[in-house]
Structures are given as C-alpha cells and as structure tokens.
C-alpha cells in the first residue's frame, strides 16, 4: 500500500565504506559503517471519518522525513597460533541517533568471540 508519492523506508541515498588493515603481527582492524539520507515514512496527519463507506486517501498521511543516522563499526581481530581467531566488536560507535519515534536504533553494541581453522 502506498501513502503518498514518495515510497517509505527507502534512503535517496546511501554510502558505505570499508576500511581494513592488515598488520604483520597478526592483528586486524576494520572500521566500516553506513550513512543514510532523506529517509521518509509516512505518520497519520489527520483522523479519517468513521463511516463505513469512506474510501482509503493519502490525505490522511504526511511524508516525516527520519533522522540520518551514520552507523560507524570497529572490529579488532588477532589471529592466534595460526588456526585460530579471536575478536571484539563495537557496532555503532557514536550511537548517532537522535530521540526518533520512527526509527529510534538499536543503539551502541558490544561483540566478542573467536573462530578456529581445522
């Protein structure tokens, strides 16, 4: 269903980069995250009339432009012994979410764990 003239939950734009760095004694950092712009959905501007036989409008609706959030991550890995892997992770670093009813984020994150080669 569409509820207006722009389509919902879709950025007009949107970068991402990746940046990984490789060092000889084994360690590995990656910094990667995304930006999002012009993000809109689509919020009740007035209540329709109640009665049964009212057709569905877009009228009812107003285009709220979302907050643009940048989603930045940093990983830092070591490889140990050669076979085996270990890491931690902090997803959304600057928690650059405002206070928005519509799309409030999952706010900062915190990963650790490991892999093994055999």
Do not use: W
């Amino acid at each position: 269903m569409n509820k207006g003239d722009q389509v919902e939950n879709t950025p007009e734009h949107m970068v991402t980069a990746d940046f990984r760095f490789d060092f000889i004694s084994g360690t590995s950092l990656n910094i990667f995250g995304q930006h999002t712009r012009n993000q809109i959905m689509y919020a009740m501007k007035s209540v329709p009339g109640t009665a049964a036989g009212t057709p569905y409008s877009t009228d009812y609706f107003e285009a709220v432009e979302l907050h643009n959030p940048l989603m930045l991550n940093v990983k830092l890995s070591q490889k140990l012994f050669g076979n085996f892997d270990v890491y931690a992770m902090c997803k959304n670093v600057l928690d650059d979410y405002n206070a928005d009813p519509f799309n409030p984020g999952p706010g900062r994150m915190f990963y650790m764990g490991g892999s093994a080669e055999f």
